[in-house]
């Protein structure tokens, strides 16, 4: 049916609820056909909509990572937005923008919120994934009570609404009157970002940095949407030699490649390092540009871990902190690194689930300034989502600065950088093995193995000699509000600090992933991490009969 509303045209289109919308930790992700056929997308926006009814009359903002079946979605949205009573829309140019800029556009703007379109850094493409979430008048990811408030939305809905309009030109900066009351502007997606980010940092010392000879970067954007934020701000603001940042025209496909930064979807980078030995930094971003890898000469691999609490470690170095900092939070899978940074510089630790939304009353609380996970995310309190770029930036600050305080014209490393960290608080040994699309009930029967040793007589498990002394599901109970989340993780902690951690990942489209991290105090800094820690792997195996459950010999990826 049709109806006019104040010279709108709506169509009313009646519905059934589709089943499995829920959202996980990152928002909504299935497999782009999903969204694609039954009106799949257009049940989940309006769910989100019916779930805000105060968002009428508001100004939301809309982009992307630029993967397949993006630009037919915003137009769908905007579409439902009209319809719904939404006044504006700001769209990033051909419907792109970063996980962080769109955080930094909401909170610069003082929007109601923002719908970013992705998956992440999982594949893009007709056959892969594809997803949306929704995020906050602060900038961050929509707490559980307003996606659970989603989700309820999406099992009663009977209708969808949608303006009639012909499609928004999303390729030319502009501001539109689509129809009365109701418009759309199209941004620079970079702009605000860029500007946030030069009130974090001495551009101009990082700039001094990368316009010396003696130091080359390489920065792999693995064809999503990081690329064109790198390449303005690294080439165009910082003055990085053309050719620096690679990869950098976003693909629907991501090239075909996973776009995860990590040693195995990042591999070119990491083999180029290896090769070029001039070459003296390194880094990549994932699909939506919030998280980040670390690389020095040669491909010296930077744990996401030890990035954190080398961060942590030199924060003064940075101007965004040069006040110091009231703490720094992790979630609880990450290493306790920077639990060591924290206690010898004297500020408070945080230990919260897995999922940045974890961060966002801690940030705005003034509690942190500094946070990240070992899944390659790291940020501050100028956004309240991880930031790939604004850690790139970071390490540039902090080998800037320390390459200033040098008395001869050596330019400092990230191995002199990481070296500060394990001789100020020791090394912390550190992997996750990851077991990807695995059936749903294969990690289901790991994890409840793993359980049932938990319900054992603790007296008689050990490890390497040392006897565990916690095992437990955690909880966190947030400070701020007082919210609880509880089964986030299996805990294995032992006399030395060793931990043995147990979960599936909520980010995939599909079947699960089983996560187990290992992590074990270092005796010395030269230590291999994979002999440190196989006695700690091997146990995790036995005890969840991984190999028998899942067929798989070995883990799909360690990082």
């Not at 509880?486 to 489209?509: K, N, V, Y």
Request: proline content about 4%.
């Amino acid at each position: 049916s049709r109806f006019q509303a104040a010279e709108m045209q709506v169509q009313v289109l009646e519905v059934t609820p589709a089943e499995g919308q829920k959202p996980g930790t990152s928002g909504l992700r299935k497999k782009t056909k999903v969204f694609m056929n039954d009106m799949y997308l257009h049940k989940f926006v309006q769910s989100m909509f019916n779930a805000m009814p105060d968002v009428k009359g508001q100004t939301i903002a809309l982009g992307g990572d630029g993967r397949f079946f993006n630009s037919e979605a915003a137009q769908i949205i905007l579409k439902i937005a009209a319809a719904f009573g939404i006044s504006k829309v700001v769209v990033g140019k051909d419907a792109l923008m970063s996980t962080p800029a769109m955080s930094a556009v909401i909170r610069r703007r003082n929007l109601f919120g923002g719908i970013i379109m992705t998956a992440s850094h999982n594949p893009a493409g007709e056959d892969e994934d594809w997803g949306i979430k929704f995020n906050c008048a602060n900038g961050g990811p929509a707490p559980e009570s307003l996606t659970n408030e989603f989700f309820k939305q999406s099992q009663q809905i009977d209708k969808i609404c949608m303006a009639e309009f012909n499609d928004v030109n999303l390729s030319e900066i502009c501001a539109t009157a689509v129809i009365p009351g109701f418009e759309v502007e199209v941004v620079d997606p970079v702009e605000d970002y860029s500007q946030v980010l030069s009130t974090c940092f001495d551009f101009d010392s990082i700039r001094d940095l990368l316009q010396n000879p003696k130091f080359r970067i390489r920065f792999d954007a693995l064809h999503a949407v990081s690329g064109p934020y790198a390449k303005l701000i690294l080439e165009g603001m910082l003055g990085a030699p053309e050719g620096s940042v690679v990869n950098f025209e976003p693909k629907p496909d991501f090239a075909g490649g996973h776009p995860d930064p990590n040693l195995v979807y990042a591999k070119d980078l990491v083999d180029r390092l290896k090769s070029d030995g001039t070459i003296c930094f390194g880094a990549a971003s994932d699909g939506d540009g919030d998280r980040n890898m670390i690389l020095g000469p040669n491909g010296l691999f930077v744990t996401p871990c030890d990035s954190l609490a080398c961060i942590a470690l030199h924060h003064k170095r940075i101007p965004q902190f040069k006040d110091g900092i009231a703490g720094v939070a992790r979630s609880m899978p990450t290493s306790t690194a920077v639990d060591r940074v924290s206690k010898h510089i004297g500020i408070s630790i945080y230990e919260t689930p897995t999922g940045w939304k974890y961060f966002g009353n801690l940030l705005d609380a003034g509690k942190i300034a500094l946070c990240g996970e070992e899944s390659f995310g790291t940020g501050a309190v100028h956004v309240r989502e991880k930031d790939g770029l604004w850690a790139v930036l970071a390490w540039l600050q902090i080998l800037a600065s320390m390459t200033l305080d040098r008395e001869d014209s050596s330019i400092a490393s990230v191995g002199d950088v990481l070296q500060s960290l394990w001789n100020e608080v020791g090394r912390v040994h550190f992997q996750r093995h990851d077991f990807e699309n695995v059936s749903s009930s294969a990690g289901t029967a790991v994890i409840q193995n793993l359980r049932n040793i938990q319900d054992s007589d603790a007296a008689s498990i050990s490890v390497g000699g040392f006897n565990v002394v916690t095992m437990d599901d955690f909880s966190y109970t947030d400070p701020i509000d007082g919210s609880v989340a509880s089964g986030q993780g299996l805990r294995f902690i032992f006399e030395d600090s060793s931990r043995i951690i147990a979960r599936l990942s909520g980010t995939g489209s599909s079947g699960a992933t089983i996560r187990l991290y290992f992590e074990k105090p270092a005796l010395d800094s030269a230590s291999d991490t994979a002999e440190s820690l196989q006695d700690l792997v091997q146990t995790a195996l036995t005890w969840g009969d991984v190999e028998n459950l899942t067929g798989m010999k070995s883990p799909t990826v360690i990082t």
